[in-house]
Each structure stands twice: as structure tokens, then as C-alpha cells.
């Protein structure tokens, strides 16, 4: 979900000037330590909770731009914040003073601190408020729960803390179960382990040693004075949720807190949204959880049904990669200075010259999930939007020669055998669950033992071909490549926009062999602009094979 796109900060810590536009979902601030990054979360803290850092309020004496901090001059500190308010976040009954208050679901409201005034601003829009509006703008702002996660935080501490939230969704998923004595605290401990089954898998997987979790609740009615725990099985024994590693508690926290917030949004409407802001939160990960970590916060704020936003600092390429935009931030002297990082491979490029991130191997990105390599950029957009019609069980990645080269050689079968010839070592450090699928045209099936041989039975790798038997019928071997399992309807709309292709007297459709670029580059459009379920109904077949080949169907 992506509530907040535009934030400026002003005056604050190591910040004197900067916005940041186009936010995403998920937001990674990436730089070098002591650069500012953690004051761009500070500064959001303090937008919606008064507080820089937990208990800690703004002060702007201590809290004003540090380089001027001791010039004599009026000090002000000003945060400004543009809402976008997504159509599932709503108005509860008694707040229809609140929401006439704004123009549309997108405004922008600005928070700003005095020396020596009690109470900060608030202005709607660049315009000052009556105090009357300034508290509406406070109960808008109570809508929305923002968390402040600091890096030095320890885990487990956060959970206690929530336990009494925990223990509000236990209780009402309990809803009308049977409360007899006998029965009570059975249900509670069913109740439980239904609540906590996507936890329950993540951490499985992370760390094999734990074989079950379970919340420890309470088995009688003495016990229901007590905070609620977590429970971790290991070759028959159990233990406590506090004595686990750093990095199992890392994501307990995280899922117990998007537990949490999901439920709140289900409590009478009190919360309509959250928003994350945590500082690192790869710190003490070894590789294959940091990534679980990075994959399982985007994939939560991705969910079409999320309330959530995160933002981020990090110093993990993995964090970069999952991360719907990247921040760089540097100092010049004494200000932190910041950017938007557009493109991943030069961004991650970038970050490993500069000593933020390790440098990863284009074949290596988002290793959690499978990898589709096909020919061309055009067969690249059509799987891409194939695969938002068709529902996977887990995120597949499609990529091609010339974006993994960053430039140069654009495609072809001969070029893609080169390529996985010269990468063979980085393809089978690729974890199983987690292969290459090499895709390759109907035109070159007699290529695909080439590819085959390379790799021995168990390696990350697989090669599929499009089938010769799913054409379209009404184009003829003129089309080449994917464009030849294009609909009807796609072809009609090529040649609306005046593509030449050409008809006989039975509807068969040719092009001529000088013209073909033109008449991809025109139905490539029609791909970006978006296709209906229908124009895959000569490739669905062998989209299918391609999801179940990678464990997503």
C-alpha cells in the first residue's frame, strides 16, 4: 500500500532541505553510516507521534539543523507529508467533520516546530489551520499506526510489549466459540495456532532447526494474568521465544507486528492504516533469512488487500532488490544530501563501488525466487503481463540478455547459450527451490539439448520451448517468436494502428519480412498498454507448463 508519495523535510538534525517524491510501498534509504538516513524515519516519527526517537520528544533546541544549530537566528523545524489515501482507507462514523476537512485523497499537511512554542502547527496545503482543524487534523493522523523501529531495539522486547494486542486478536478471533471451563483454553491454544500458520511457515523455513511455534498461551484461568510468548520446538523440546538467535527474533518481531496491525484494521475501524520505519532490519541476518526478511516485506505491503507502508534503512543489496524505491543518501560536508535510484542493476552497481552493499551477480538477484531467462525485451513484457493474469502461487522474475549485460548484446539464442556457458558457476550456486528457466523460442527447439548438457539432474536449471502446436491459425510462419501466439484481438489493434500486415481472401495473416520490426515494435505497444485474459488463449497452455516448472502453480 502506498499512502505516503511525497515527504520534505526542513531544519532538521543533518537535513536541511530535502523531498523525496514518488514514494513506494516498500522504501529503502541505502548509504554509508552516520550519512543521515536514520533522520529521515526520525523526522517521520516525529510527524506522527511528537517523538524522535521512542520517548524521546522533539526538542527543537537540540533537534534544529546541526550546522546552524548555534547561529542566532529564528529556528523552525518543518515536516510535510502528501497523503494518498488508497479507496479501502475510510472514515469512521463520528469523522465526517475530519474528512470535509480535505480536498480529494490526495493533500498535503505540514507539521512545524517553534523555539519556545508549546504546541507545533499544522497547515493544510501551505495554509495555517484554526486550532478547531488543527485536532482534526490530529484524529486523522490516530487513523494511522506509525511504527518506529529503531536498529539498537532488541526483538523480543518489542513483542512483550505488544502482548496485550496479541492478546486483543486471540480474543476476538475466538469471536462466538464455546466459553465453557472445559472447553475455554482449548479453543484458545486452536485459535492460536490457526492465527499464527503463515509464522509459523516463514520461520520453518528460515531456520530448519525449529520444527514447530506456538504461541504460549494459557492453560488456565491463573495463567490469563501472564503475557502472552512464543514457543519454539527443537527435536522435542521447547524454549522460549527469548532465547532464540537475534535473527529468529528479528522475525517473530515482524510478524507478530504485521499480525498486529492487519487485526487492528478489523477493531471497529480505529485503524485504517500503518506505517513501518526500520532502521536495518537485516542487521544479525545470515543471507538466506536476510532475504526471506526483504522478500517477506515486500511481499506484505505488495498484498492488493495491504494496509501497510514500509520505509527502511539498509545497508543489504537484498533490501535494494526487494524494495519498490531506492533512496540514496550521502553528506556534502555536513548535509545530508539524497536521490532517487531509478535503475536496480546500476543502482546496485553503484552501492557496491561506494562500499554500502556487497556487489551481486545480475543471475543472482531476488534468490528467493525463480528466475525466467528469455530471448528479447518483447518476450519479456508479454510473460510479465501474462503472469498478472494468472494467478501463482509464489513471485516468478523474468529478465533477458541485454538487461542482465546491463547493454550490449541484445538477444538470440546463440547469445543466451554464451551467456549461461560463461555463468555456469553463479547459475548452480542458485538454490534449488530457485532455478533458471531458460525459455526458448519454437523456432530454436533444436538448440535446447545445447543448453541441457551443461547442467547434471539436481542443478538450478531448467529449458522450455514454446510448443509449434498452440499457434494462432490465422497467422501464418511470417510471424516469428512469441508474436505468433498473439489473439486476434491484439493483431486487430496492430492494425488499427496502422501495422502492415496483411490479410488473403481466408483471413490469413502475413507479414512482409522487411516490415516485421515495425510490426513488433506496434504489438509490443499493445502489450505495454496492457492485455485482457482473452489475448492468452493460444499461450496460457504453455504458461502453465512455465509456472509449474518454477513451484508457482
Known amino acids: 500500500m502506498k499512502l505516503i508519495s511525497e515527504v520534505e523535510i526542513k531544519g532538521f538534525r543533518s537535513i536541511r532541505n530535502c523531498k523525496l517524491t514518488d514514494l513506494g510501498d516498500f522504501t529503502v534509504f541505502a548509504g554509508l553510516n552516520n550519512s543521515g538516513k536514520s533522520n529521515f524515519l526520525r523526522a517521520l516519527n516525529a510527524f506522527f507521534n511528537d517523538q524522535t526517537d521512542p520517548e524521546t520528544w522533539l526538542d527543537v533546541d537540540n533537534d534544529y539543523f546541526r550546522p546552524d544549530l548555534r547561529k542566532k537566528r529564528r ?49 493544510l496545503e501551505g495554509e495555517a489551520l484554526p486550532l478547531e482543524d488543527q485536532q482534526k487534523i490530529g484524529q486523522f493522523l490516530q487513523l494511522i499506526n506509525f511504527r518506529y523501529i529503531p536498529n539498537r531495539v532488541h526483538p523480543i ?37 490457526n492465527m499464527i500458520k503463515g509464522l509459523v511457515k516463514h520461520l520453518t523455513e528460515a531456520s530448519p532447526d525449529v520444527k514447530n511455534v506456538r504461541l504460549a498461551t494459557p492453560t488456565s484461568w491463573a495463567d490469563m494474568v501472564f503475557a502472552f510468548g512464543y514457543r519454539l520446538g527443537e527435536e522435542g523440546l521447547e524454549m522460549d521465544d527469548s532465547v532464540q538467535g537475534s535473527g529468529v527474533q ?81 553528506k556534502n560536508d555536513l548535509e545530508t544530501v539524497c536521490e532517487p535510484i531509478e535503475n536496480l542493476r546500476d543502482g546496485l552497481d553503484r552501492l557496491s563501488r561506494e562500499g554500502i552493499s556487497r556487489w551481486t551477480h545480475p543471475i543472482l538477484y531476488f534468490p528467493l525466487d525463480p528466475l525466467i531467462l528469455v530471448e528479447g525485451k518483447y518476450d519479456d513484457d508479454f510473460l510479465e503481463e501474462a503472469f498478472i493474469h494468472l494467478r501463482q502461487k509464489r513471485k516468478i522474475r523474468v529478465t533477458y540478455l541485454e538487461r542482465l549485460n546491463g547493454g550490449g548484446k541484445t538477444g538470440g539464442v546463440d547469445d543466451l547459450f554464451g551467456y549461461i556457458k560463461n555463468n555456469l558457476k553463479v547459475i548452480k550456486s542458485r538454490q534449488k527451490e530457485s532455478p533458471v528457466i531458460v ?61 502492415p500486415i ?26 505495454n498498454d496492457g492485455l485482457k485474459e482473452e489475448d492468452f488463449i493460444h499461450a496460457k497452455g504453455f504458461i502453465e507448463e512455465m509456472l509449474r516448472a518454477a513451484g508457482a502453480y
Open 75 to 123: 529556528k523552525q523545524i518543518s515536516i510535510s507529508v502528501k497523503f494518498s489515501l488508497p479507496e479501502h482507507f475510510k472514515f469512521r462514523k463520528g469523522l465526517e467533520p475530519v474528512q470535509r476537512l480535505f480536498v480529494g485523497n490526495e493533500f498535503t499537511i505540514t507539521k512545524t516546530w517553534r523555539r519556545k512554542d508549546f504546541l507545533p502547527t499544522y497547515y
Open 157 to 193: 522486547e518489542v513483542i512483550r510489549k505488544e502482548h496485550q494486542a496479541l492478546r486483543d486478536v486471540l480474543v476476538r478471533r475466538l469471536g462466538r466459540r464455546e466459553r465453557e471451563h472445559e472447553t475455554t483454553f482449548s479453543a484458545i491454544k486452536e485459535t492460536s495456532k
Open 250 to 330: 528479528s522475525l517473530l518481531m515482524l510478524e507478530t507486528l504485521y499480525l498486529i496491525d492487519r487485526d487492528y484494521f478489523q477493531k471497529f475501524g480505529w485503524r485504517q492504516a500503518s506505517v513501518w520505519a526500520v532502521e536495518e532490519p537485516e542487521s544479525s541476518l545470515h543471507t538466506s533469512l536476510e532475504a526471506l526478511v526483504a522478500s517477506y516485506l515486500s511481499s506484505i505491503v505488495s498484498d492488493p488487500s495491504s494496509r501497510l507502508q514500509v520505509l527502511s534503512t539498509t545497508h543489504s543489496d537484498l533490501m535494494y532488490q526487494y524494495a519498490s524505491k531506492t533512496v540514496y543518501v550521502k
Open 439 to 499: 525459455i526458448l523460442d519454437w523456432d530454436s527447439a533444436k538448440k535446447a539439448n545445447q543448453f541441457q548438457k551443461l547442467f547434471v539432474e539436481g542443478d538450478p536449471f531448467k529449458v522450455l520451448i514454446w510448443p509449434d502446436l498452440a499457434f494462432n491459425p490465422k497467422l501464418n510462419k511470417s510471424f516469428h517468436g512469441i508474436e505468433r501466439y498473439f489473439s486476434d484481438r491484439m493483431i486487430q489493434q496492430a492494425e488499427d494502428k496502422g501495422a
Open 502 to 527: 496483411f490479410r488473403n481472401r481466408a483471413g490469413l495473416c502475413s507479414v512482409d519480412k522487411d516490415e516485421y520490426g515495425q510490426v513488433k515494435s506496434i504489438l509490443n505497444q499493445i502489450v
